[in-house]
Structure formats: structure tokens, C-alpha cells
């Protein structure tokens, strides 16, 4: 039996998806997750600052993405849990394995990548010492603790202040865990300034603006971290070296979208964002197949996640249902100066869209420009995205190039 | 407790000598100090080759164990069942005055009975074995018999072998004196009490100068010689298709470029003396020194650093003799080395296991043949690996926990997890050793918690007991709001 839609993943943009997908009139939708439980990774996030956007409440993750699987269930999504993709083919057959029907194939007329990201490691950053216990990633340290309920350390040193890591020390201190030290390799903090407020100056938790790790110390726990000043390229200035004494190190230094199924489906990456090439409609250079959430591009805010979920299972809907018209242009998005990258990297030019951004720099009082629009911004961070809409008006006005750059062109810095 | 035969270490060179003597009707215990089989340095960091035995000279222990060792490996791995793979080594001249030292390697090698041996200087051919070798490379020694394996699965499978023939293992087990009465070995003493026996095996690594002065023997040292690594993703696995070696210096042979067997690519060693044994720090500048060495062999690898999944280090125990220690004490009766095991140790240890029996024999140990020697390990099921659905099917079906997938990285079921466990694993290193669990791109962060949970409903102890690799290695530090009602920050 071919199921209508099946999507991979049941964290926020796979369970919009799925939803979406039972409105829009599929009628086999199927959502595979590897965990035991849906949501992703948002029911291990007990803080708060879900939900502002698309329920205009502050929720926390349980609550956000309880609502989603509650709308799930009712409408008739089937779910597999503890389930595991193995491999996903062109012609969206798929691949998997559970202990209740063993190894099985199933087919779909459309498939919804939502499989989201995992953390960067320190093999990535190449930080040298010893390999002890007691170094985690910031959502496994999270899990352990709020989902396990594990103290993973009592003296904490966290690398990378992005929200991540700002929450975490929070936590670590909430639990009355001793937090050392923020260490954070950019001149500025990644992370919310309401979250360095709220997280950090309000528990007295040091933040060390341009360090970071250069050691780790310790033969069988982690002893301790060697930190370091760092240049503004990033190296290690020397004689500025200190060890704090730790027995536990948390990395929150950032997240990589998980495609190897993607990659496996022969679906082309953008190396930018480490996530599928998307068309305004979500939809990947592989036919019938669509990408929404933190699998296309790190997202900042789940609400943006949820968006991006519907809009994909809206299109593979409509594809399933064979009602989904090829689009009539394709201007392919590039990021011009200032940018770091576009998504989605295909537009169509015929209906208005919200276009997502990332810029390289901190900005202030800038000026995106995409041909002939220019829309204002009046603050941006490499941390959050910047969300343009493109209105009708704007795409009625633009010119049919093949290839449109996206520029920042900024009036003042922050540092 | 009593045994004929102690044998100290539990690395490759001590599970392969406790398997060869579970072939005779003796008691065997293998003490070690570490939690578990291979978890010293020299064999769980280790580039996990099986060299042809062109390296070493003639007429040294080395030259004479290696190429046979690497025969004996061949046969050993089927039997126990673990990864081996022969891919073959290529030694890479850039220069045509490196082409003399692969002629020299040539002839040693063919002095050393190394089959096979051949150099190309065709820069096609060499091209097409090697696709994105430099291409200022003008010619290569090829062995086609070098092989891969993976360290310290051998060496577990091995054990396993040795256990399921009747040896005993005894873990955090550490050699504190050697009992010797009127010149002869009577036994051991250890931080878990006495062991009695005729007959000491010295296979302890780097600390095997340390176990023969316990025993009155000061006949050799052991110096830590580090090597650092890279280990990259098994996207980039087909950057190398043999082990790649640049032409050898007197010091080392060089950072070497290999796959592994499971498909990753594996860079390193650098090769630095140092002076304590238990530094087990990787730094910048050697693993800088990696990188670039691996670069010069394969120039592609410059821009592929984020595929770099962890970077770690080994101790190669370098002994001041310069090659093996391996015979009886003329000194102390019933006291045997299998020591000073550098490279090509790993390649040597089934030949100098072979040897050790022979010097079993002539101590004058009466050795009879087990007739219930089994030479066969059954591995543990890899549903998830293999191309055989059916088989999969099949296995799921009558133990469930074989569809459920733990890992995602390297697609370990919880089936094989809980065997690893009953197979003896104690610690996360234990189960990652074992089957792969925690070892994929993402190093444990989404399994860790899951393996953490699944070992201590089988062990039967808290969570927050579980070690990563043995005492002091603890992975949990209590539990939530125990530091809240009380509990101390540094306890």
C-alpha cells in the first residue's frame, strides 16, 4: 500500500507537517520518529519563551509541542515511534526498522523531511587534552537532566553562549550546580540579551566575551579547562592562559542539520546552511520530496520551525494529490554581500513569500536589498534569523533574472 | 585463587597468549588493571594495521614475528570472527631519491618472505588504485597482504574466545608485587589479593619494565612514544582505498592515511617521546602535525576538517632494546616477557603467542590439548549492518530489541547492546568497544543517556554508578535536586 504522506521525524516542523497534510485532505499520513516519545527535542525544553509568535502566549516546550500532538492524534495521523530510517530512495521509498515490524519498506506519494539537527561535537572544534568523562552537549546534558533526572556535573564550565548554552547554565545553577564560567570565542554574546539578563547576570555566572576552551584536563573525570583570549581571527593570543577547575564541560557550540538521509536520496545541500536546496514550497531537487524545520536550516525561534512544517506539508499534499503544478519560474536566491545565507534558495516570482536570512555580522539600522526591493532592518545578530516578506507588491515589481542576490547593506555596527 | 599461568595485561599481546593456552589443558588468569580487555593505550589507539613485514630487519625478533604474525591474522580473525579487511599497503614516493628507500623496503621485505611485494611507478596505474593520491607522487611500494582491523575488537573477540575456552579474567585487577621463592615464580600479588602460580606472562605494555623489576628483573625500559589522530566521517571513506603511507623516517613510519574497517578514515600518528605514561593529552601542534601529513598524502583532505568526528592519542611502549622483549628469565624461573611490543606489535602478537607456548613447554610445563577447544567466537548480531534482510528478519523476529535502533550514527540496536553487556562490557567504552554505540558522528550525545539507562537495568546498579571507562570515570554526579537538599559540590 502507497501511504499519501509520510513524514520522517515528529519533532515541531514534522508534526505541522503532519497535521497540515490531514487538513489539506491527505488521507494516509504516517510519522516516523526514532524516539519513543513525539516532539523532538522540545520535551526536554522545560523553560519558557515558546509559542510568542504563532500562539502570541509564552509557552513552554512541553506545553508548545503538546498541542501539536494532541491536533496530531485527533486527526488521525499514524504514528510509528521507536522507529529508525534507515535509508530513503529517490522515488520515495523508504526504509526502516522497529521491533515491531522488524526491517520494512514502505512507499509514499510524497515524503516530508523533518529529522531536524544535532549538535556539534569537540572533535568538530579539535579542542586538545584528555578525553575524560564529563564533557556533554548542551541538549545532552539538558536531557539527562530534565528528562532522566541525572545531575551530569556539579561544577560546570559551558563553551559557547548561544541559548542554548546560556539556558543550560541556568540550569546547572537553578540545580545548585556551580557555574564557572560562560565562555564565548565571539566579542559579543550569541544568545537573546534577554537570555545573557536572565540566564547569566541574574545568577552571577561569568561571561568571558572572545576565549575560549584550549584544553581539557583530567585523566578520568574531567580536573579542569584551560581558557584562553582569542584574536580576531579566533587563535588563542598567548600568555593568556588559565585553568579553571571543573569537573564537567558543556558545549553549546552550535548545531548541524542531519542529512544523511537526504544526502543518501541524492538530494542537493546547500553547503551554507548544511540543509536541502528548498523552493518557496519546501520542496527539495528531489521530485516529491519536501524539507521543513531545523533539517533545512537552523532555526532560531520552533515558531519559525512550525511555519516552514506547515507550508511543507501543505506542498506535499497537494503533490500527493497530484494538484502541486511545477513552479513557472525559478529564481535561484543567492546571498550577496553581508548574508551568510537564503532560504528558501528558489522562489518562483509569481506569489509573495517569506523569505529567511541569516547575516554575517551584527547589523544596525541596515537596508536588505534583493534586485529592485529594498526592505529596512533595524537590528540583526549572526544568532537570530531575519524574516523578509516578500509582498505581492514587491514580487509583482521584480524583475525575471535567473539569479537574484540577496544583500545587507549596513549603515552602522555593533560591536 | 590459584592458576597455572598468570598472565599480566589484557591488551592484544595478553588475549592473544590467553587464547593460544586455552588450546592445553592449564588454568589461565589474565590480570588487568584497567576495567576492561584493551583499554590500555597501545591496543585501544592503535591504526589497527596488520603490516606485511617489509619495516623491520632482517634477523631481529620484529622482521621474524611480523610476517608471520600477519599470516597467523589472517586465519585468527576468521576464526574469532572479528573485522579484517586485506586492503593492502601503499608506501608513497614523492621524490626519486624516496624511490631507493621503497627499492630497500622491497628487498627487505622479500629477505622477510613478504609475498607480493611490488613497486609501481606507473603514474596511471597508481592513479587508478589511489584516485585522489598526490600527484606529485612518483611511485609507491604496494603490499597487497597489509590488512585493517579494528584494535580493540580483536583483541575483545580474542579474549572472548580465550574465555569461552576456559580462561579466567580478572579486571581492575593491578599487579602490585611478583611472589618469587628461591628463584622461582610463585605467584602474584595484586589490589585484590594473592593469585598463586608457577608461571608469569609479562604482557603489560607500557608498564611491562615496572611487572619484571617487581620480579628482581631490570633488564629493559619502556618509554612512551605518543602518536595523535584523527578520525573523519565515513562520508569522506572513499578519500582512501589502502593504507597509505608517506616513505618512512628512521624514527617512525610515518602519519599514515587509512580507511578503517567500518568506513571511516582514520589520519595519524605523529610520533613524540615523552616521559610519562599516563599523558594522554592530544595537543595543538601534533595534531596540527597530523593534519598536514595527512595532506601531503591526500592533498583532498585539506578542506574536509569539519568531517573530523574526534581527535585522540596512544602510547606506543617503545623498549630501550629497540625490538621485543620476548623469552624466559635465565634469572628467576617460570617468569616469561612478552614485552617491549611496539610496532608492529599488534601484527605480531599471534606469532609471538606462539612462541610464549613454546617457551611454556621448554619451562617444562606439561601442556596436553584441550580436546573441547573451540577456535570459533560467534560475533554479535549486526541486523542493521549486513545486506541479508532475511537473516534480519529473522533475528528481529525472535528478539525484538534487534529492530530497535540505539545509535542512529553507526545503527546499533538495544539487541546488541544487551549483549555486549552480558558479553562483559562494564562501562560505556566497554559497550562502544563492543558494538559502536556512541562512536558515529554525533559521539554518543543522542545514545549516551539511552546506553547509560539500558546498562544499569542490566547491571543492576544506579545509573549514576556507570563509569566510562573504569574507576574515577564516573559519567553521572547524582541525581537532580540532590544538590539542592544537601548534597556537596564536590563529593
Excluded at chain 2, 6 to 23: C, P, Q, Y
Excluded at chain 2, 92 to 118: C, H, I, S, W
Amino acid at each position: 500500500m502507497t501511504e499519501d504522506v509520510v513524514v520522517i521525524g515528529g519533532g515541531a516542523a514534522g508534526l505541522a507537517a503532519a497535521i497540515r497534510a490531514k487538513e489539506a485532505g491527505a488521507e494516509r499520513v504516517v510519522v516516523l520518529d526514532r524516539n519513543s516519545e513525539l516532539g523532538g527535542i522540545l520535551p526536554q525544553c522545560i523553560h519558557t519563551g515558546f509559542g510568542l509568535h504563532f500562539f502570541k502566549e509564552n509557552l513552554t516546550g512541553p506545553e508548545y509541542i503538546s498541542r501539536f500532538i494532541d491536533s496530531a492524534r485527533t486527526l488521525g495521523v499514524e504514528f510509528k515511534l521507536d522507529t529508525m530510517v534507515l535509508r530513503l530512495k529517490p522515488e520515495r521509498e523508504i526504509v526502516a526498522a522497529n521491533s515491531r515490524d522488524g526491517l520494512f519498506m514502505m512507499k509514499a506519494k510524497s515524503a516530508v523531511l523533518a529529522m531536524g539537527c544535532r549538535e556539534r561535537t569537540r572533535g568538530a572544534l579539535g579542542i586538545p587534552g584528555t578525553r575524560p568523562a564529563g564533557i556533554f552537549t548542551a541538549g545532552t546534558a539538558q536531557r539527562l537532566m530534565d528528562v532522566e533526572g541525572f545531575m551530569p556535573g556539579k561544577r560546570v564550565v559551558v563553551l559557547g553562549s548561544g541559548d542554548v548554552g546560556l539556558i543550560m547554565a541556568r540550569r546547572f545553577a537553578v540545580e545548585g550546580a556551580k557555574v564557572e564560567a560562560v565562555i564565548e570565542m565571539l566579542p559579543y554574546a550569541g544568545g537573546l540579551p534577554r537570555n545573557v539578563v536572565q540566564c547569566l547576570e541574574d545568577f552571577g555566572i561569568p561571561l568571558l566575551l572572545s576565549h575560549t576552551v584550549t584544553a581539557v584536563h583530567g585523566a578520568e573525570r574531567v580536573s579542569g579547562v584551560t581558557v584562553a583570549k582569542v584574536d580576531e581571527k579566533g587563535d588563542p593570543t598567548g600568555g593568556t592562559e588559565r585553568t579553571i577547575p571543573c569537573d564537567t564541560l558543556i558545549l553549546s557550540v552550535g548545531l548541524i542539520p542531519e542529512n544523511e538521509l537526504s544526502e543518501g536520496a541524492g538530494i542537493m545541500l546547500d553547503p551554507a546552511t548544511g540543509g536541502p536546496v528548498v523552493d518557496e514550497r519546501m520542496e527539495t531537487s528531489v521530485q516529491g520530496i519536501f524539507a521543513c524545520g531545523n533539517v533545512v536550516h537552523v532555526h532560531d525561534l520552533v515558531d519559525h520551525v512550525t511555519e516552514t512544517g506547515v507550508k511543507a506539508g501543505q506542498s506535499a499534499t497537494r503533490f500527493a494529490l497530484g494538484q502541486l503544478q511545477p513552479l513557472r519560474n525559478r529564481i535561484r536566491l543567492r546571498p550577496g554581500p553581508g548574508v551568510r545565507y537564503v532560504v528558501p534558495q528558489i522562489i518562483g516570482g509569481d506569489e509573495p513569500v517569506t523569505v529567511y536570512l541569516r547575516v554575517k555580522n551584527p547589523v544596525r539600522n541596515a537596508m536588505i536589498r534583493a534586485g529592485n526591493i529594498a526592505v529596512p532592518v533595524r537590528a540583526a545578530r549572526p544568532a537570530e534569523t531575519v524574516t523578509v516578506k516578500l509582498t505581492e507588491k514587491m514580487i509583482g515589481g521584480l524583475k525575471r533574472e535567473p539569479e537574484l542576490a540577496i544583500s545587507l547593506e549596513e549603515s552602522g555596527r555593533i560591536d | 585463587m590459584k592458576a597455572d599461568v598468570v598472565i599480566v595485561g589484557a591488551g592484544i599481546m595478553g588475549s592473544t597468549i590467553a587464547r593460544e593456552f586455552s588450546k592445553y589443558e592449564i588454568d589461565v588468569a589474565v590480570v588487568e588493571k584497567e576495567a576492561d580487555v584493551a583499554f590500555g593505550s597501545p591496543t585501544k589507539a592503535n591504526t589497527g594495521i596488520i603490516h606485511p613485514g617489509y619495516d623491520d630487519q632482517p634477523g631481529t625478533v620484529r622482521a621474524q614475528h611480523c610476517s608471520r604474525g600477519n599470516a597467523l591474522w589472517h586465519q585468527i580473525a576468521r576464526e574469532v570472527a572479528a573485522p579484517f579487511e586485506e586492503v593492502g599497503t601503499l608506501v608513497v614516493a614523492m621524490k626519486d631519491e624516496e624511490v631507493e628507500v621503497l627499492e630497500d623496503l622491497k628487498r627487505r621485505g622479500d629477505t622477510n618472505g613478504v609475498p607480493r611485494l611490488e613497486i609501481v611507478d606507473d603514474e596511471d596505474k597508481l592513479r587508478g588504485m589511489e584516485p585522489h593520491l598526490n600527484r606529485e607522487a612518483v611511485a609507491a611500494l604496494l603490499a597487497p597482504t597489509a590488512a585493517i582491523t579494528s584494535p580493540y575488537e580483536l583483541a575483545v573477540a580474542i579474549m572472548e574466545n580465550a574465555v569461552q575456552n576456559g580462561v579466567k579474567t580478572c579486571f581492575e585487577t593491578e599487579v602490585t608485587g611478583i611472589t618469587v621463592r628461591q628463584g622461582e615464580v610463585k605467584g602474584i600479588q595484586t589490589n585484590r589479593g594473592e593469585i598463586e602460580a608457577q608461571l608469569v606472562v609479562n604482557a603489560a605494555g607500557l608498564w611491562a619494565d615496572r611487572i619484571s623489576a617487581m620480579a628482581g628483573l631490570n633488564g629493559f625500559k619502556i618509554h612512551p612514544r605518543k602518536g595523535e589522530y584523527h578520525i573523519l566521517d565515513k562520508k569522506v571513506g572513499d578519500l582512501t582505498r589502502h593504507v597509505v603511507f608517506p616513505t618512512p623516517s628512521p624514527i617512525s613510519k610515518g602519519i599514515v592515511v587509512t580507511p578503517t574497517v567500518e568506513g571511516n578514515v582514520l589520519i595519524g600518528p605523529n610520533a613524540q617521546d615523552i616521559d610519562d605514561k599516563q599523558d594522554m593529552t592530544t595537543t595543538h601542534s601534533g595534531l596540527a602535525e597530523v593534519w598536514a601529513g595527512a595532506c601531503k598524502l591526500i592533498p583532498s583532505i585539506a578542506d574536509k576538517k569539519s568531517m573530523i568526528i574526534t581527535s585522540f592519542c596512544g602510547l606506543r611502549p617503545e623498549p630501550d632494546t629497540k625490538d621485543f622483549v620476548v623469552g624466559s628469565s635465565q634469572i628467576i624461573k617460570g617468569f616469561i616477557n612478552a614485552a617491549g611490543m611496539r610496532s608492529p606489535g599488534l601484527t605480531a602478537a599471534p606469532s609471538v603467542a606462539l612462541r610464549v607456548v613454546d617457551l611454556l613447554m621448554e619451562s617444562g610445563m606439561e601442556l596436553r590439548r584441550k580436546v573441547t577447544f573451540d577456535s570459533r567466537r560467534k560475533p554479535i548480531d549486526k541486523p542493521m549492518k549486513g545486506s541479508d534482510l532475511s537473516s534480519a528478519q529473522n533475528l528481529i523476529k525472535q528478539n525484538p530489541d534487534y529492530g530497535y535502533v540505539v545509535c542512529r550514527c553507526e545503527h546499533v540496536t538495544k539487541g546488541e547492546i544487551l549483549e555486549a553487556i552480558r558479553r562483559g562490557a562494564t562501562t560505556l567504552d566497554g559497550v562502544k568497544f563492543r558494538t559502536r554505540a556512541g562512536m558515529g558522528r554525533c559521539q554518543g550525545g543522542f545514545c549516551g543517556p539511552h546506553v547509560l539507562k539500558l546498562m544499569s537495568e542490566e547491571l543492576v546498579v544506579p545509573a549514576e554508578s556507570i563509569t566510562k571507562r573504569g574507576k574515577g570515570s564516573r559519567v553521572l554526579l547524582g541525581k537532580a535536586k540532590e544538590l539542592l537538599r544537601g548534597g556537596d559540590l564536590d563529593d
